[in-house]
């Protein structure tokens, strides 16, 4: 029987890459999105998916999803926002902005896909998180401490859950051709590219990659591990 996923922010970007990956792995795949109805649902189409609106940062929302989706074998938690701006300038409203979405999100959703697996024990997460949490970031203070936290919770989590034959990682990526790069000015998206032993920004599929076989039975000995697709920007 297939097994089934569901992907947060699935809609576009790297969220829909991984869902097309997944779905050719032989994944049921939910596709969550919060806005990008008309996209996730010609992506539910494009690979025989689901799409299911949430918004993450409602735990009532994210629980009637659960209950409307059944038991999910692998959550990939990729629904994030981004924020460029000098530390000074921050707004505590954007602060708890990103952290409502980037950190309590991926609380919501674990908390209600946990059950399931807790009794079947096995399942697989999967946080997306951020080069910048592992390094920090110059001008993306909140998006940098909102990843940071989701590494600590993948890693926390990845020894809680390991008994109970639960894995949970984290692909931290570097700068990756999606409409959030697209916000950088041209300047700052050369700055990183020329910081790139690679040379370029990292697409989609490049994440998604990764994330597929961390879901698969070939990643069954990798748990708690924070796994950084970056074209050697941050070695
Ligand atoms: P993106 O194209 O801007 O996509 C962001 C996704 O997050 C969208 O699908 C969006 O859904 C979803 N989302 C935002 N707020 C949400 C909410 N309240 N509830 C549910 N979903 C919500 O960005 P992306 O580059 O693909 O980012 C995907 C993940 O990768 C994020 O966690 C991001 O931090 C991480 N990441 C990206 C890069 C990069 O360079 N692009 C690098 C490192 C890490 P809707 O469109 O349906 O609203």
């Not at 309590?104 to 674990?110: I, P, S, W």
Request: glycine share 10%; with cysteine.
């Amino acid at each position: 029987m297939k097994q089934t996923a569901l992907v947060t922010g699935g809609a576009k970007g790297i969220g829909a890459e991984i869902c097309r990956k997944l779905a050719t792995a032989g994944w049921n795949v939910f596709v969550n999105y919060y806005t990008s109805k008309p996209e996730a649902e010609a992506l539910a189409a494009e690979i025989g998916g689901t799409p299911i609106q949430a918004d993450v940062r409602d735990f009532g929302q994210v629980n009637e999803m659960f209950s409307a989706t059944g038991p999910i074998d692998l959550l990939v938690n990729n629904a994030g926002i981004a924020y460029y701006g000098l530390f000074p300038e921050l707004s505590l409203q954007k602060w708890r902005e990103l952290f409502a979405v980037n950190v309590d999100g991926v609380f919501h959703c674990t908390q209600c896909a946990l059950p399931h697996m807790l009794r079947e024990k096995r399942g697989n997460i999967i946080n997306i998180a951020s080069v910048w949490g592992m390094v920090g970031a110059s001008c993306e203070a909140a998006y940098a401490t909102t990843k940071a936290a989701v590494i600590g919770l993948t890693k926390s989590l990845a020894k809680e859950l390991g008994p109970s034959g639960i894995r949970v990682n984290c692909v931290a990526p570097g700068a990756i051709d999606t409409d959030m790069v697209q916000a950088l000015s041209e300047e700052d998206l050369a700055a990183v590219q020329g910081e790139t032993p690679l040379g370029s920004v990292g697409q989609p599929r490049d994440v998604a990659h990764l994330v597929e076989f961390l879901a698969s039975h070939r990643a069954r000995y990798i748990t708690g591990q924070v796994i950084s697709p970056n074209g050697g920007l941050v070695i």
